[in-house]
């Protein structure tokens, strides 16, 4: 009885052992009685099913396959063989088709026959999955231009793809096993490495710039980023680096930068760097009380060798110039190219003016002896205007104007010799007064009227807009260029009501041409600082549009590098407003300034308006037409369009066609016309011809 009680337990054991086996297993579990009907299933298989026991009990084993053939020759198998393994497509209730791994095994009694057949099976979906992420991310591997490598939780090489190779110049088969320490340049000291290390212990991840070394040696500079892989618990199982050579990029940047510093052709500084260098050196000297001296140089003759030798004899003889001038710099002075064959020095802290005086004599002796130009012998010599901080000036601007005017008088009173500036150069004390009171009348005598200059587009020809430009038609003075009377305006505050009348004027005329026949005929009008300066600007901007009724869609502000940098959050807010208007607004004489294109991008600026001075050396100098292209390329970038100014001839204006400048404006087109002449020409311009 005990035996039996205990055999019992026994057997209950057994039974809740297979319960536990059949009920746990994560394996789909069949029992078919001979006729193939379903007897029994597990819940792991009522899972893959979705069926539950009692809607499958009873059913026949094939309405679960999608393919009834298939069914059969499982069945047919099974009789002859016993077994039958394989995948096959099977049907969940929900009609959704997985593909299942089956096991099949037929349960035959002593006398061989069929009783039962067991079926154990596994859901292959999410196998196959990952099998086809797998072979997809391997794909991607393949294909993708940066290079990867993975590496044990040692850090040794486990894998790497075909961009990998490419780029460091290795065969997988050189670095598997290794550690990706072979690459590297020797450029980061150990104190990097280890910084990049504790960053991916701690953060899971690096990622920067890092210089390594091509299998030939060649460093190069590569951006990388180095994931680390876990595994459920938690520990590193792999590091993932991901790196694109950006050797090509670095090179632009170092372009860049170098276009934006220095002078190309002679590898002084350039305008912009000497801008920002001498403010530098003011600050100094107006801290320490020193005298600082600007020598503006122009050469003289020079345009005579361009013409006779041509332009590379040129542009070597410049080169030759400016290493002869570094030859005489001591340490602190600088020397920048303006362009052209203009150069200007700094002399910071001098003890007094005669040592302006004394360094000029040098430079005039030193450019006096020949230059050879390959087989050539070349003689130039040079005109310099000296002005001296704080005496000639307090800024930049001042003190370069006033060396500029005594350059001039130095070659008006023959060349090759240097002159002070002395303040009657001032452009004639008694005229200017006289310019001054008649300035003050100018607008109640109607003296002022306006020019229209067209801008055209390079592709189609089309006229988009106009320009305005001031005139002053005064009887003693004869024909004052804006350029003078404007700076006097200026000084005089005249300029806001001077400006005023000259935003009506062109308001009031571009409608007459919008309402007869060219409807969508921008005018640019160019903007004063003091008038931009003043704190109602945009208000007043906005009741003048209200007022005359103009579309402001068809206005465009031109504006200096010099009006929109100073207090530049107050310009931006002005600027918005402006834009929010729907006025365009446009950086005028763009290059002669402080400026960068990316400082720039700050602003809601539409239009650039590459200087005139480098349209006019774009065949001369390399240097000026690869800064048209540059500015034309940076200005596309950052979507703003390109009007080049004194566009004067074909070959010019090809050229900006070549680049993509969009629009061009100067006397190729035609110089600037009165109102009467602007609608004969604007009737008569064939887009066509151009
Ligand atoms: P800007 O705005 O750069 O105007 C272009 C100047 O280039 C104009 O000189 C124009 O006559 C001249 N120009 C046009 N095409 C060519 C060409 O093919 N070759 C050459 N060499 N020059 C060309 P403009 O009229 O003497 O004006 C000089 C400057 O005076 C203007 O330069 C602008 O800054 C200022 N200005 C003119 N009108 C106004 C005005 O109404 N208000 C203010 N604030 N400034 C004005
Ligand atoms: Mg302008
Ligand atoms: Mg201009």
């Known amino acids: 009885m005990k035996f039996q009680m205990l055999n019992e337990k026994n057997e209950k054991e057994v039974e809740s052992l297979a319960d536990i086996v059949f009920r746990r297993m994560h ?22 099913t979705e069926y539950s026991e009692d809607e499958l009990r009873g059913t026949d084993f094939s309405s679960l396959f999608v393919n009834i053939n298939d069914y059969k020759s499982i069945k047919n198998h099974l009789l002859s063989e016993g077994l039958w393994k394989g995948e096959i497509l099977k049907k969940r209730k929900s009609g959704e088709i997985y593909q299942e791994w089956m096991d099949a095994s037929a349960v035959c009694n002593e006398a061989g026959k069929l009783i039962n057949c067991v079926i154990v099976f596994r859901d292959l979906t999410k196998q196959k999955k990952s099998q086809s ?51 590297q340049s020797g450029i980061h000291d150990q104190k990097f490495y280890e910084k990049m290390w504790k960053d991916i212990i701690e953060k899971g991840n690096w990622k920067g710039e890092i210089w390594n070394k091509r299998k030939n040696g060649e460093n190069y500079p590569e951006w990388l980023t180095i994931s680390t892989i876990k595994d459920e618990n938690g520990n590193v199982t792999n590091y993932v680096g991901v790196f694109s050579d950006i050797t090509d990029r670095k090179e632009t940047e170092e372009q860049l930068r170098y276009l934006a510093h220095q002078d190309s052709l002679t590898g002084v500084n350039n305008r912009y760097s000497l801008l920002k260098r001498l403010e530098e050196l003011l600050n100094t000297a107006q801290k320490y009380n020193q005298q600082l001296a600007v020598l503006f140089l122009d050469l003289d003759r020079f345009k005579h060798i361009n013409d006779t030798l041509g332009h590379n004899y040129g542009d070597l003889l410049l080169k030759n110039v400016a290493a002869r001038l570094m030859g005489l710099l001591r340490n602190k002075d600088i020397i920048a190219r303006l362009g052209g064959d203009e150069f ?36 130039i010599s040079t005109s310099i205007g000296i002005s001296l901080f704080p005496f000639d000036g307090a800024n930049v601007e001042n ?21 002070f500036y002395h303040k009657e150069m001032h452009s004639n004390l008694p005229i200017k007064m006289k310019m001054e009171n008649y300035l003050r ?16 587009e390079t592709r189609t020809g089309i006229i988009s807009g106009v320009e305005a430009l001031l005139r002053w038609d005064q009887p003693e003075l004869d024909r004052v260029s804006p350029g003078d009377f404007i700076p006097l305006a200026e000084d005089t505050g005249l300029i806001i009501p001077i400006s005023e009348w000259v ?23 160019n903007i004063s600082a003091q008038h931009f300066a003043q704190d109602r600007f945009s208000n007043s901007i906005e009741k003048m549009v209200q007022l005359f009724n103009v579309n402001p869609y068809c206005v465009e502000l031109e504006l200096t590098e010099r009006v929109i940098m100073p207090n530049a959050p107050e310009t931006i807010k002005k600027l918005v407003k402006l834009k929010q208007l729907g006025i365009k607004l446009s950086v005028d004489d763009f290059g002669t300034g402080y400026s960068s294109l990316s400082y720039l991008n700050k602003f809601p600026i539409n239009t650039l308006k590459i200087d005139k001075s480098f349209i006019k050396n774009i065949h001369k100098y390399k240097e000026d037409s690869s800064i048209v292209k540059a500015i034309i390329t940076m200005a596309k970038q950052l979507k703003m369009i390109t009007v080049a100014e004194g566009v004067e001839n074909q070959k010019q204006f090809d050229f900006l066609l070549t680049e993509g400048c969009d629009q061009v404006q100067g006397f190729y087109i035609t110089k600037p016309l009165r109102f009467e002449q602007l609608k004969k020409f604007l009737e008569e311009w064939d887009p066509e011809l151009l």
């Open 441 to 456: 009348k100018a607008l109640d005598r109607n003296e002022f009227f306006l020019e229209y200059q067209p801008q055209v």
């Open 503 to 525: 935003i009506g004027t062109a308001f009031e005329e571009i409608k007459k041409l919008h309402v007869n026949g060219y409807p969508n005929l921008k005018v640019s009008i």
């Open 344 to 379: 200007v020095i700094v002399l910071p802290n001098i003890k007094h003016p005669k040592d302006a005086a004394k360094y000029a004599e040098e430079i005039i002796h030193s450019l006096r002896e020949p230059f050879m130009l390959e087989q050539h012998e070349a003689y």
């Open 399 to 419: 003190l370069l104007v006033n060396a500029d005017k005594a350059m001039y008088q130095a070659k008006e009173r023959g060349k090759n010799q240097f002159e």
């Open 27 to 48: 394996e789909g579990i069949f029992v078919l009685d001979p006729f193939f009907q379903i007897l029994y299933i597990n819940p792991w298989g009522q899972n893959v």
């Open 133 to 183: 992420e797998i072979r997809l991310a391997a794909k991607v591997l393949e294909n993708i231009s940066e290079g990867v490598m993975v590496t044990d939780q040692h850090g040794q090489i486990l894998s790497v793809n075909p961009a990998f190779e490419i780029v460091t110049g290795y065969h997988e088969e050189e670095v598997i096993g290794k550690n990706p320490n072979l690459l």
